[in-house]
């Protein structure tokens, strides 16, 4: 089963502005990864926040987690053609070293 | 360090034959894992192993799944009488050790087509 939902399904955004997409997860969570997926291929890990963290950065990326909410939301800034592909939410619960992910949003840059 | 190594990349078969999908992790990464992707979905959860020992399996693989991982370093998932609702891409990720549920790295997946 997936455990987390991302919202939008679907954005298409020009070249140079910001992508925000959002996660919900239904179950108290030990950390929330986003990964990244080019049509076809395998996944690429992009950046793990700690149930204990609220906001992390790496590049142009920037991460935010609300446990209360039980929501994240993964900013792009400056969005290059390159950012084109499906991004996937995935948490982990304590004891548990399986991943759950969402059905992802698919993030289309136009040059 | 040439990361996870998926073999074959795509396969087409005809229902009702066998199938099997050999994943190779990067080496010293004591888990792996196997997902099943369909199209505009995320990834699920089929099942992983903890060097040789497969420590967990999804309520979603039939028995006509198996998979396994012998000496702790490949795995082999063998799926038997595929059916058209098997048509997939499979992919393994590997972790290494003492890093608790951190980054997954993924291989490029293994596309199953089943006729």
């Known amino acids: 089963s997936q455990q987390g939902e991302e919202d939008p399904q679907a954005l298409s955004i020009q070249e140079g502005e910001n992508a925000t997409m959002n996660c919900s997860y239904k179950t108290s969570i030990n950390n929330l990864q986003w990964y990244r997926q080019n049509s076809g291929r395998g996944l690429v890990h992009l950046i793990l926040?700690?149930?204990?963290?609220r906001e992390k950065h790496s590049g142009r990326l920037r991460v935010t987690l609300d446990t209360s909410k039980k929501s994240s939301s993964l900013l792009i800034t400056a969005s290059r053609a390159a950012d084109t592909a499906s991004y996937f939410c995935?948490?982990?619960?304590?004891?548990?070293?399986?991943?759950?992910f969402g059905a992802g949003t698919t993030v289309t840059v136009r040059a | 360090d040439t990361g996870v190594s998926q073999n074959p990349r795509h396969k087409i078969t005809k229902r009702g034959q066998n199938v099997t999908f050999r994943c190779d992790p990067i080496?010293?990464?004591?888990?792996l894992y196997w997902y099943r992707q369909t199209l505009g979905q995320g990834p699920e959860f089929l099942t992983y192993f903890q060097n040789e020992a497969q420590l967990e399996k999804s309520r979603l693989l039939s028995d006509r799944f198996s998979a396994e991982r012998p000496k702790g370093s490949f795995s082999t998932l063998e799926i038997q009488r595929t059916e058209q609702g098997d048509s997939a891409m499979y992919l393994c990720?590997?972790?290494?050790?003492?890093?608790?549920?951190?980054?997954?790295?993924f291989g490029e997946g293994s596309r199953l087509t089943v006729l």
């Open positions: 995935a948490t982990s619960t304590a004891g548990d070293y399986k991943l759950s």
């Open positions: 926040i700690r149930s204990n963290e």
């Open positions: 990720a590997s972790s290494p050790p003492g890093t608790g549920t951190g980054e997954l790295f």
């Open positions: 080496s010293e990464h004591n888990r």
